[in-house]
């Protein structure tokens, strides 16, 4: 039987199984890291804008509060 060469995604490849890795895939580990630090922007967005939001609600009621005269 000819030897055939095995393309580059089978080099892993002995004996009908996969052999273990050493250790996880970089491009795993990188799109994690993305994730988190998307995940830390988006919390500091909201942290921000419950911020400000709670800032306009007071200034809201203390104008009203204002116009009907009391204080």
């Not at 970089?26 to 967005?45: F, M, R, S």
């Amino acid at each position: 039987m000819p030897r055939v060469d095995r393309p580059a995604s089978l080099q892993a490849v002995t004996g009908g199984r996969v052999s273990r890795s050493s250790g996880p895939d970089p491009a795993v580990l990188q799109g994690i890291k993305q994730l988190a630090e998307i995940i830390t922007a988006v919390g500091q967005n909201l942290a921000q804008t419950q911020a400000q939001g709670g800032q306009q609600m007071m200034q809201m009621m203390q104008q009203m509060m204002q116009a009907r005269g009391g204080r």
